[in-house]
């Protein structure tokens, strides 16, 4: 992971450009603590490290999640369109059942044989016409019946295949979810293995020395009613926690942010931040305009929202709350306007 830019004293450069790293982030608020009481160089490396690991981790338990979600709808559809179709099978096998039993009790005698006994040779050959009728009805029912049991079995077949991909999906699920919770484990051990007066100054940093009140946008106009909704929705979750995993409303992790934001202007954006990259077109970090997404990283596995005044909205990781942040912290991959 490329190192993060150290933030002013202050731990606040408006001039900077937006950056925010669900969980990279943390690196950024280690840099944000006096050197004095700075954690190890090592400890920070390595907690910088494993957040960055678990945004990643948690970039794929979305999509992952998104996936299984999409299958397991698409599934119960398909089991709805299974029991409606041989509802109407069982309807016609019915229906056949009655009009064989109807040819067998109006001709089960030889017509040759039939017209001998018959005291009434027109009605004989009423008869046999409406014989002839039902044969022809008949093997129309029989081409629909052969017909809808095709589908039912093409049917069943894709569902099969569904399923199948419904559980690999799950198991991607949990594979990426146990990532997720190994590294911020391991992360929390290193914090908590550092001396009191240090993992206080971090836990401090951490919490935002109270900037989600400290961006100053006098002047800032969105470009449009769309991005003024979206970024109203995203300053309306100032202060709400971190959850990886979550796309709000009580809780956030960095693309859950964006996407939730933007659901409240009428737009849907993709789960992930890889996705989000690409959910627009893409401008220069110094033409970025309020309401545009900023992604970080090479591997874009970071997003925040650009608010205008050199600032982002964003999720930033554990134990860090929705907050404004400069977009300059870490590295940015590109800017990209819905």
């Known amino acids: 992971m490329g ?3 150290r933030l002013a004293p202050s731990g606040f450069n408006r001039g900077a450009g937006a950056a925010l790293c669900a969980l990279s982030a943390a690196a950024a608020a280690l840099g944000a603590v006096p050197a004095s009481a700075a954690p190890r160089t090592d400890t920070r490396a390595e907690v910088d490290r494993l957040y960055q690991q678990a ?7 979305d999509k992952a999640d998104e996936q299984a979600g999409r299958l397991r709808r698409e599934v119960n559809d398909s089991q709805d369109r299974i029991a409606r179709q041989q509802q109407r099978i069982n309807t016609m096998r019915e229906a056949l059942g009655s009009l064989a039993g109807a040819q067998y009790r109006a001709g089960g005698l030889d017509p040759t044989v039939a017209l001998l006994f018959s005291d009434d040779p027109e009605e004989y050959l009423d008869r046999a016409s409406l014989l002839d009728r039902i044969d022809v009805r008949r093997a129309g029912q029989l081409g629909a019946l052969r017909s809808a049991m095709r589908e039912l079995a093409q049917e069943r077949a894709e569902a099969a295949g569904k399923l199948a991909e419904l559980e690999h999906s799950r198991r991607a699920v ?3 979810k146990a990532v997720v919770e190994r590294k911020l484990a391991q992360a929390r ?5 550092l001396p009191t007066e ?3 100054a971090f836990e401090h940093a951490s919490r935002g020395d109270g900037r989600a009140d400290l ?4 002047g800032v106009l969105p470009p449009d009613a769309r991005a003024a909704a979206a970024i109203a929705a995203a300053r309306s979750a100032l202060g709400k926690p971190y959850v990886w995993g979550a796309s709000g409303p009580s809780g956030f992790d960095c693309s859950g942010l964006m996407q939730w934001s933007y659901a409240h202007a009428g737009i849907h954006l993709p789960r992930t931040s890889q996705e989000q990259r690409y959910a627009g077109h893409q401008v220069p970090l110094s033409q970025a305009q309020p309401g545009d997404l900023v992604v970080y990283r ?3 596995s970071h997003v925040a929202m650009y608010v205008g005044n050199g600032q982002v909205i964003h999720a930033p990781y554990p134990g860090a709350p929705v907050r404004y942040d400069p977009v300059g912290m870490m590295p940015v991959s590109s800017v990209t306007r819905p």
């Open 55 to 61: 945004e990643e981790a948690t970039q794929a338990y």
């Open 298 to 300: 090479s591997d874009a």
């Open 174 to 176: 949990a594979s990426h």
């Open 189 to 193: 051990t290193l914090l908590n293995a």
């Open 3 to 5: 190192s993060h830019r």
């Open 215 to 218: 961006a100053d946008l006098t």
């Open 198 to 200: 240090d993992r206080a």
